[in-house]
């Protein structure tokens, strides 16, 4: 009543957890080299809906300005942040950044991310620091049960190459293969006259698992150069988080794009206690074609409010209260600004209710006014 949908009031630990995380990832990040950039909330609809980017216009929030042009509350970092640096030298490579974006299509309105971008880089260092600092981020927030998945856009692309789709089917399809819908798949590709697509897309949704997977469709796939060299990829890939200690990964070979940009290697990592997304990114280079650049660009974003509600709460100080009044507060006051280690409360008067570990009083002895427990 009071609120949009997708919108909320939050309070307490949730918000606690989120400055911690944001803090964490400022300094791993940091540390890690990676040059923080902030860009505009508010930004021109064809930033994101432009034939690049390829976002749609109706999971936005957005109006006209003055000049009847149409502007939006940010929807993505990674197309904002292609329009920041564009003209920046290419020895600049690796970003990070951490703000709110803003959709109709997710469940809340409004959600916090902190991600990085690595453009301008070798292909394979930018996807192999992208997913080592996702886990040295991970780690510094002590959240250790996760699966990473990989996947390519380069399958689906091959598969379905040499078939003719309209543009609306070619969307549709995609939107059949994410959501994993064998049935309709096999309608839309029978329907669009390409009968004999549906049994190799119909099989990739299943091409799901451990690296047995690879293995299966390597023998399957011998006589097609381009996949064979994806396999590849991904397997050196996974042998890199391996060799970092990431005893669950995963590949989903019929992973496709879930956002329009994305042109190569994909990655997301799961929480293994509810399944739920915590980063997601992936390679797209084709996004600064737009600024007639042709370079390697990839990244990942976390879900800020994922990971706050799986943090490990923070240990509570000791919580401590000085009764004081009007006369005596700056007494107080110095007081409370010698306990570094608490958390200090001055009051005028107890409240029945109250929950302090240790109650402390302004008294005066002596014509002086000092601190004493009660």
Known sequence: MFLPAGSQDETGIQISNR??????????????????ISTPVVEYANTFTNQMAGMDLHSMLKWFNAEGEIEVLRPDWTAAIA????????????????????RFDKDETENRQAGIEIVHADQFLGEAESLLTAIAYLKNLTIDTYVIELGHT???????????????????????????????????????????????????IDAYGSREIINTYRERWKKHQDLLDILSH????????????????IVDLGRVKNLPYYDGIMFRGFLTN?????????RYDRLYEQFQQKTSAVG????????????NAEQEPEKICILATPATHAVAEQFRIDMEEQVVDIQYQLKSDANYQKIYQVVEEDSQYKVVEK
């Open 19 to 36: 400055l911690r995380a944001a803090e964490s990832f400022r300094l791993v990040t940091k540390k890690r080299n990676f040059k923080t």
């Open 83 to 102: 329009r920041a640096i564009a003209g920046q030298h290419p020895s600049e490579q690796k970003w990070s950044y951490q703000g709110s974006v803003f």
């Open 154 to 204: 380069g399958i689906f692309d091959a598969i379905v190459g040499p078939y003719h789709f309209d543009e609306k089917q070619e969307l549709v399809l995609l939107d059949a293969m994410h959501d994993k819908r064998s049935d309709l798949v096999e309608e839309i590709v029978t329907q669009a006259g390409h009968p004999a697509l549906a049994e190799p897309l119909v099989a990739l």
């Open 234 to 249: 991904i397997e050196k890939l996974m042998d890199l988080l391996e060799s970092a200690g990431v005893t669950e990964v």
């Open 274 to 282: 509810d399944g739920s997304t915590c980063f997601s990114g992936g």
């Open 300 to 311: 990942l974003a976390f879900d800020v409010d994922t990971l706050a509600k799986h943090m």
